[in-house]
């Protein structure tokens, strides 16, 4: 049984600094606070990069509206009620201390962390990709194959195995019929990429709508509808080189990309949603591409702590 934390543990202090910072009346003396808090141990970063993925690890639950109440900055919610909502996390155990181990699998579970990338080739031959801050559950007999995504994006490249292989997401199940494939679930569906050979869809609450998508088109769906087909871009596979390709994507939206790979929050101003960018950049080094940023864009970007960045128009 997991022991109740207490008001001295990091992760329960991690969640209270969250609490100050994100609501409403957060002052300058909180954020002064909450840095030296970060600096004065170690073990504190690692509680505040938790506390960061908390809400990413209530997605993975069946209620999907469960995650958009924790730790979610809303306008009017008070302090008050945001220490509420971290204690309510805290208490149903969101956040397990092995979480804090470096990535791993232990026994079928296939992990990685916020900004780590890794593959491995399961026994059937398939050969497995997960993107940042991903896990999946891998559970092969003998008569069948199943991969479950609990959250997070991965890349399947399948193996020449005569069992019959699934990828079992939050909003359906994922049948590929000897292909190589890409799947991301959201906090609110499910996206497939299909680059070579064919998948078919299911979607939990809606079995009768299930469909093959082939070769070069990629479709959205979650548990009750499948959205219409798209073309498949190749250079939306660059993630597993740790790439991120972008073509006249609106600024937000990549920031809302390179997030993914680190650590804290990013903010865009609004008034630089009109802008857009084009290029391949390295998520190994997102320091490096905000940089990149103020050298294509006029832009500036300003650090109040290394978790806690702004983007603002260059004249402001």
Same mark, same amino acid.
């Given at each position: ?156 490249? +399948? @193996? ?5 292989? &699934? ?7 994922? #049948?590929? $019929?000897?292909? =190589? ?96 960018? +084009? @290029? ?5 080094? &997102? ?7 103020? #050298?294509? $864009?006029?832009? =500036? ?16």
């Amino acid at each position: 049984m997991t022991q109740a934390l207490t008001k001295t543990d990091p992760i329960n202090q991690a969640c209270i600094w969250a609490a100050r910072l994100w609501a409403d009346d957060a002052s300058e003396q909180d954020k002064h606070n909450f840095q030296q808090w970060l600096e004065a141990d170690p073990i504190h970063e690692k509680a505040w990069q938790q506390v960061l993925n908390l809400q990413q690890q209530f997605n993975a639950v069946p209620d999907r509206h469960v995650g958009s109440k924790v730790l979610q900055h809303r306008s009017g919610i008070s302090r008050r009620q945001l220490l509420t909502v971290a204690g309510v996390g805290i208490g149903v155990g969101a956040i397990s201390m092995d979480r804090w181990l470096p990535s791993q699998v232990n026994g079928t579970s296939y992990v990685t962390a916020k900004g780590e990338i890794r593959h491995w080739q399961l026994s059937d031959g398939t050969t497995l990709a997960l993107n940042t801050d991903s896990k999946v559950d891998v559970q092969f007999d003998a008569v069948s194959r199943k991969i479950i995504l609990l959250h997070g994006e991965i890349s399947i490249d +399948t @193996g020449k195995d005569a069992r019959p292989l &699934s990828i079992v997401s939050r909003d359906g199940v994922i #049948e590929p $019929l000897g292909t =190589r494939f890409n799947v991301q679930q959201s906090e609110l569906e499910t996206q497939l990429t299909v680059f070579e050979g064919r998948v078919r869809i299911t979607p939990t609450e809606t079995p009768d709508l299930h469909t093959i998508v082939p070769a070069g088109e990629g479709v959205n769906f979650s548990a009750v509808q499948i959205a219409q087909p798209f073309q498949a871009d190749p250079i939306s596979s660059l993630w597993q080189e740790g790439k991120l390709a972008v073509a006249d994507m609106p600024l937000n939206e990549f920031v809302q990309q390179l997030a993914r790979y680190r650590t804290g929050i990013v903010r865009v101003s609004p008034e630089l949603k009109r802008l857009t960018i +084009t @290029g391949i950049f390295s998520v190994q080094d &997102s320091d490096r591409v905000l940089e990149q940023l103020t #050298e294509i $864009l006029p832009v =500036r970007v300003s650090y109040f702590t290394p978790y806690w960045v702004s983007i603002k128009p260059l004249t402001s």
